[in-house]
């Protein structure tokens, strides 16, 4: 089976920089990815690792150490609009290519 | 464009009775996946279909139904049986097997309202 923990709710400030921190127990691992979700909508991809390390893009990076099974997703110059829910979800090894999803980080940006 | 629709935005059924939801996608994705999101649950599996003509039970099938007879449409049934249908239903559809992130593509939503 798989267990994901992360924070429920998180508040920053505009322009300043946030992590959100995502831990997993999983029996097989094939990869984690994040994902923005604003309310009432639906979640959008922002990034995936697989192996060790940090990937950039933009104004948001992913980090992940497998051997410690802990991810985090990390937001500069936030902006109103990084207001939402932030999805960490883990894929299970093998062939099935279903991610199982964390219960989400809502992030409060504000002025 | 290519994209996953899905339909009704909002949808407001009576108790005891069955509701279908629809899911279309034009991404050509072999797989997809229907989810449901409750406050503070995270999305939870219902059903996922890898190919046309199968499909299988997520975490919480119990209460729902599917079929899978096109490529492109994955409706889903709520029926009678499911307890606590209220909640906002998520259909989503990835590739499978192309060497790529195969990260998932989600539709807007439904949320069902059971009176």
């Known amino acids: 089976g798989q267990n994901i923990d992360q924070p429920t709710e998180m508040t920053a400030t505009e322009g300043a920089i946030v992590q959100i921190n995502c831990t997993y127990q999983?029996?097989?691992?094939?990869?984690l990815f994040w994902y923005q979700q604003h309310a009432g909508e639906a979640p959008t991809f922002l990034s995936y690792?697989?192996?060790?390390g940090l990937e950039e893009k933009g104004r948001f990076s992913s980090f992940l150490s497998r051997s410690k099974g802990y991810s985090y997703l990390l937001l500069k110059e936030l902006q109103m609009k990084d207001s939402a829910s932030y999805l960490c979800?883990?894929?299970?090894?093998?062939?099935?290519?279903?991610?199982?999803f964390g219960r989400g980080t809502s992030l409060i940006v504000h002025p | 464009d290519g994209g996953i629709t899905q339909s009704p935005k909002y949808l407001f059924r009576k108790e005891g009775q069955n509701v279908t939801l629809s899911c279309e996608q034009n991404?050509?994705?072999?797989?997809m996946y229907w989810y449901r999101q409750d406050p503070g649950q995270g999305l939870r599996l219902i059903y996922y279909?890898?190919?046309?003509?199968?499909?299988q039970k997520g975490d919480i099938a119990e209460g729902y139904s599917v079929s899978r007879e096109k490529k492109e449409s994955f409706p889903l049934t709520v029926t009678s049986a499911q307890k606590n249908p209220t909640a906002f239903y998520l259909c989503?559809?990835?590739?499978?097997?192309?060497?790529?992130?195969?990260?998932?593509?989600f539709g807007p939503g439904t949320r069902l309202t059971v009176l």
């Open positions: 989503a559809s990835t590739n499978v097997g192309t060497g790529g992130i195969n990260e998932q593509f």
């Open positions: 999983t029996s097989g691992f094939n990869g």
């Open positions: 690792n697989v192996l060790d």
């Open positions: 979800a883990v894929r299970r090894a093998g062939g099935s290519y279903i991610p199982t």
């Open positions: 991404l050509n994705h072999d797989a």
């Open positions: 279909s890898q190919i046309v003509n199968d499909f």
